[in-house]
């Protein structure tokens, strides 16, 4: 089955430690996104990637790193200068690449890593 | 930069009732998508409108793009306990086109059995 892995699905860490949320899709799609959504907020846009090895800031990128390697591979490191860290991150995905519209524009997503911080 | 505004932000209904919320703009959107979040969840693309004046159906879900590009109405029929969620509106950014997606605030819909 295509789709979007996210692990683990709730994540603890101490105040001061970094932490790595993981985000896998076998899509084979080029852009990739992460989000940050508080208790009964939207989301909010971290960082993104539409290509291996770039990436650009999002809205809330402050306190954030992301790398991409590999096409199918996008992890968020939550660092220790991310003020409030606790909540709930969605990483999404797209077909840059799409044969139609449709493709071109929607966003896919996967099921999100609850992080808290102690 | 561009933003979207859903209405209502919360809704509490009897199971069977139908739901009507919509999402509008200042500016002009060339695409909208509905996306339902489950408790817990990541979003999951509902609808996709690419035409102004488009209607579109799902199931019990019709969506419709506005005629004037600035707004998207969601509507769903004899809502049953699963139609529980938040339900978001999106559309790509003015600028930056299809690389950067602009979302409403969520339309958080809670259904009394």
């Known amino acids: 089955d295509g789709g979007i892995t996210q692990s683990p699905k709730y994540l603890f860490r101490k105040e001061g430690q970094n932490v790595t949320l993981s985000c896998e899709q076998n899509l084979n799609h080029d852009a990739m996104y992460w989000y940050r959504q508080d208790p009964g907020q939207g989301l909010r846009l971290i960082y993104y990637?539409?290509?291996?090895?770039?990436?650009q800031k999002g809205d809330i990128a402050e306190g954030y790193s992301v790398s991409r390697e590999k096409k199918e591979s996008f992890p968020l490191t939550v660092t220790s200068a991310q003020k409030n860290p606790t909540a709930f991150y969605l990483c999404a995905s797209r077909d840059v690449g799409g044969a139609t519209l449709r493709s071109y524009n929607e966003q896919f997503f996967g099921p999100g890593t609850r992080l808290t911080v102690l | 930069g561009q933003q979207l505004n859903q209405s209502p932000q919360s809704m509490f209904i009897q199971e069977g009732e139908d739901v009507s919320m919509n999402c509008t703009s200042s500016s002009i959107f060339n695409t909208w998508l509905w996306y339902k979040q489950e408790p817990g969840e990541g979003p999951v693309l509902l609808i996709a409108l690419y035409k102004a004046g488009e209607l579109t159906s799902n199931g019990r879900l019709t969506a419709q793009f506005g005629i004037t590009r600035k707004d998207s109405f969601l509507n769903i029929s004899a809502s049953i306990p699963s139609d529980v969620g938040i339900y978001f509106c999106?559309?790509?950014?003015?600028?930056?086109?299809?690389?950067?997606?602009?979302f409403g605030q969520g339309t958080r819909l809670t259904i009394n059995p």
């Open positions: 990637s539409q290509i291996v090895n770039d990436f």
């Open positions: 999106a559309g790509p950014d003015l600028i930056q086109g299809a690389q950067k997606l602009v």
